[in-house]
């Protein structure tokens, strides 16, 4: 292996601002600290909470690299002091603490994961963040198990379409929210029962009519604000309400609480960054013990939507703001 550069290309962000405010830059190559190993990045994933940072809502945690980008596929070329699984040469998919928008990116060994079988590694950059945030949402959190039902909502998005095919891989009914015909009908293609299109109807309605009036054991929900009290609506007794953005808005008001008490309902949620290692690395052991070996049969697969070459970021998240895309968007950035 040829000798590491000094320093490497990311992408820079400045004071943050809209898509144009991104550009490339030259910064020292980040050196991997213990039990961390450096990534040759050859595809990165786009993802929401990379626009909600470089708007300037999302700050990265204190010690994280302040780059954008939440994972990384590509191949390990360096490792820090402890290191124990990696060698040089491994081709790893990671969930990164940031730093995903450059050659090379160091992230602590515990979340990475090899490359399911068959696998390129813009497929394998399109995994980590959403099957790290559904997993511990969804069957975390949200406690989903065989037999019961969740209505996902952004069907469409990275996070649904992983939520859909992972809740039908594992028993589950699914019902899902879109906002058009096409993006309904691709969530029925990737297993939803339904799909409701919530620009036409009250996706509260065509839930309960299709279970009986009974309602759904989990919701997943990226909205916020606007969609509270309906979630709440929707659910069925003992059902959960999980979190995971608030696309939508933050703040609920005039929202009637008495469904939570009558119906012992469960409202909770969690964002991934501020996560310890630790805490990655165990929803990795888990992800690679019962997920991986569905990837690797070809029993579900990520959505690509687009692929972006590393300099055209802006465009990618020009295209994650549009809403227009069905998947994930990928960024190249070596061959």
């Known amino acids: 292996m040829p000798p590491l550069p000094d320093s490497m290309t990311c992408i820079a962000h400045g004071a943050g601002g809209p898509p144009e405010v991104m550009g490339p830059a030259r910064v020292p190559l980040p050196v991997p600290a213990a039990e961390e190993v450096l990534i ?8 929401r909470p990379d626009v909600a940072q470089r708007e300037g809502r999302y700050p990265p945690p204190p010690g994280a690299s302040p780059i954008l980008g939440l994972e990384a596929a590509g191949e390990v070329v360096a490792l820090g002091p402890g290191v124990r699984r990696w060698r040089i040469g491994d081709r790893v998919t990671a969930l990164t603490n940031g730093g995903a928008y450059a050659e090379y990116v160091a992230v602590p060994e515990g979340q990475c994961l090899p490359w399911p079988e068959g696998y390129d590694s813009a497929r394998a950059a399109a995994l980590p963040e959403t099957f790290f945030t559904v997993w511990a949402n969804l069957f975390g959190h949200g406690r989903f198990r065989a037999g019961e039902s969740v209505l996902v909502h952004g069907g469409t998005s990275g996070i649904g379409t992983t939520a859909i095919q992972l809740a039908r891989a ?44 009974r309602g759904v054991d ?37 929202v009637d609480l008495r469904p939570i008490m009558v119906k012992r309902l469960t409202v909770t949620g969690s964002t991934m960054r501020p996560r310890s290692s ?24 990520p959505v690509m939507a687009a692929e972006f070459p590393l300099e055209r970021a802006a465009d990618a998240h020009r295209l994650m703001e549009s809403s227009a895309h069905v998947g994930k968007i990928v960024l190249k950035v070596a061959a």
Not at 40 to 47: D, M
Not at 228 to 233: D, G, K, T, V
Not at 278 to 301: D, F, H, N, T, Y
């Open 40 to 47: 040759r990045v050859l595809h990165a994933g786009v993802n």
């Open 170 to 213: 594992f028993g589950g009914r699914v019902f899902a929210t879109a906002g058009t015909a096409a993006k309904c009908a691709e969530c029925l293609r990737l297993g939803a029962e339904a799909a409701i299109n919530y620009r036409e109807e009250d996706f509260v309605e065509a839930v309960r009519a299709a279970t009986g009036r």
């Open 218 to 254: 989990v919701v997943l929900d990226m909205v916020g604000a606007p969609y509270f009290a309906r979630n709440l609506r929707v659910l069925a007794q003992d059902g959960r309400l999980v979190l995971i953005a608030f696309l939508g808005g933050e703040v609920a008001e005039s």
């Open 278 to 301: 630790a805490e990655k690395a165990a929803i990795a052991a888990a992800l690679e013990e019962k997920v991986w070996p569905l990837l690797s049969a070809g029993r579900i697969a």
